[in-house]
């Protein structure tokens, strides 16, 4: 499991390097470029919308919501860790 995953974090590096064209390329952070890293890596306000979602945790409670106001529910779940979901 932990070769898919480094695999899988060499491919993100790879693709991150790729997309934002206003960095200037180094890949090794230092304490002069810290801010720019920082600011790289940090997600954009576009990136974070599902924090706009008023999310229930409690389950009983969305269903009866849901079933008030004839919607669906999504249930985000997970078991174990997030690095091998199981």
Do not use: H, Y
């Amino acid at each position: 499991m932990r070769i898919v995953a480094f695999f899988a974090t060499v491919a993100c590096l790879l693709a991150v390097r790729d997309t934002r064209a206003d960095f200037d390329g180094k890949l090794q952070p230092t304490a002069d470029n810290f801010a720019k890293w920082q600011a790289f890596l940090r997600p954009r306000p576009e990136e974070e919308k599902w924090l706009q979602i008023p999310w229930l945790t409690d389950l009983w409670q969305a269903r009866t919501k849901a079933a008030a106001e004839g919607k669906p529910i999504l249930l985000w779940e997970m078991d174990g860790s997030p690095m091998a979901c199981g």
